[in-house]
């Protein structure tokens, strides 16, 4: 004996019509003195009265409870969830006090009302997609979900082939299927599964293929802003960081408070490089993905924990404008502050920051613990004491780190 749901009862073979003119015979399962009892009406006979009962064509209903607590109202609550016998294809049909009701409760009536659209109907499946398979010399249709919603590829095998052949992005966790659209930008990840897993993970760190957009756009940027007359560095990796939740949900909140105080788009937010202490070989090699558990490893905790305050001026009791967290548009000066003693390499972060409204200064104010009223940050200019430019922000909310790159 099966179990269905009560959306099964909605296939219909007898028409609201037949019912009326009871051209089919009903079945009638009703409960007297404690005992069931079943009777079958032929199309002939005349319809009983005061009975509340479900119009079937040959099928028993084990379900002995009524359909409708009250035949004046729209409350249908009594098929109850008792098995159904070799129900295959029959339409719950409710007759009482000699009134027949089409539905068998308010929101299949509103369902019906709003799109013409009756519950025992199938429900239409998606129109065929007119974009075709984006892999070279297939001519099938991509395939469209559940909800409509045109992909790029007509199966899985197709998919894996756009990677294999470098036509899309893979995915930063799997590495084998491509990135996906979310919200209007390329997302990181295949599917909500690899995006699950990897921020579930979090804080961690994921290779960027250097085939990836991304790792061009960043060693664009690293190279291009390497100012110092030293030979430009050969960038060896890129990692892209996810950051513990709650950092990221901070440094959102306070993005978008100096917007809306600013009136600048996204807050002025910036991309700026960050060089630190890193004690261990973090990001060398694709099997040096763990973050360590030296306190000394400035690097690691940051990516940890974000950026703190109160670790301002462990290494150094200099700052040229205060107690803030330092970062700079120009890569060679992040690079004088990037140290460690474990790895041949060098490593520095580049880090999202919230600029917004800004105050330019181009001589020393040591005592500095917050930018000047009516600004949300320091931007130390060259020409004074300063030989190449410094962003300073005085709240841990303000940056995140979001990549690391590791140099030789």
């Known amino acids: 004996m099966n179990r269905f749901h009560r959306r099964d009862l909605y296939r219909c073979v007898p028409t609201l019509s037949e019912v009326r003119q009871r051209r089919v015979s009903i079945q009638v399962v009703r409960k007297l003195s404690g005992k069931i009892q079943t009777d079958r009406i032929p199309p002939s006979a005349e319809t009983p ?16 409870r009524p359909a409708i607590q009250n035949p004046f109202t729209s409350r249908m609550a009594g098929v109850c969830d008792l098995s159904i016998l070799a129900v295959a294809r029959c339409k719950e049909v409710l007759l009482a006090f000699l009134s027949v009701h089409d539905f068998c409760g308010r929101r299949c009536a509103e369902q019906f ?11 239409e499946s998606p129109p065929p997609s007119e974009n075709k398979c984006i892999i070279p010399g297939c001519r099938k249709r991509a395939f469209v979900d559940a909800d409509g919603t045109a992909t790029k590829f007509c199966s899985h095998r197709h998919r894996r082939a756009a990677v294999e052949r470098g036509i899309m992005e893979a995915c930063l966790l799997c590495k084998e299927m491509p990135t996906v659209e979310v919200g209007g930008k390329q997302s990181d990840f295949c599917s909500k599964h690899c995006s699950t897993v990897a921020l579930g993970r979090a804080p961690t760190i994921l290779e960027v293929p250097n085939g990836n957009a991304k790792y061009q756009d960043v060693v664009k940027q690293f190279t291009d802003q390497w100012k110092h007359q030293t030979p430009v560095p050969t960038v060896t990796r890129l990692w892209k960081i996810y950051g513990d939740r709650a950092v990221f949900d901070r440094f959102s909140r306070y993005q978008l408070d100096v917007e809306r105080r600013s009136g600048i788009d996204g807050g002025n937010t910036r991309r700026r490089f960050h060089g630190t202490i890193r004690a261990c070989c973090l990001g060398d090699t694709p099997l040096d993905g ?7 490893c400035n690097m690691c905790r940051i990516i940890e924990s974000s950026f703190q305050l109160a670790r301002v001026g462990q290494r150094t009791n200099f700052g040229r404008f205060g107690a803030g967290i330092y970062t700079s548009a120009t890569s060679s000066k992040a690079n004088d502050y990037s140290f460690g003693s474990a790895s041949p390499n060098r490593a520095m972060l580049l880090n999202d920051v919230v600029m917004g409204k800004t105050i330019k200064l181009t001589t020393n104010n040591t005592d500095l613990t917050q930018p000047p009223a009516g600004y949300d940050a320091v931007v130390g200019e060259p020409g004074g ?6 962003c300073i922000v005085y709240n841990n909310d303000a940056i995140r780190a979001s990549y690391l790159i590791v140099y030789e």
């Not at 009302?113 to 429900?123: L, V, Y």
């Not at 763990?290 to 000394?296: G, K």
């Not at 004491?385 to 410094?390: A, I, S, V």
């Open 49 to 64: 009265t005061g009975l509340l009962w479900q119009a079937t064509v040959g099928h028993k209903l084990a379900c002995v």
């Open 290 to 296: 763990a973050l360590c558990l030296d306190s000394n």
């Open 113 to 123: 009302n709003s799109n013409g659209r009756r519950p025992s109907q199938p429900r």
């Open 385 to 390: 004491d300063l030989n190449y430019d410094e």
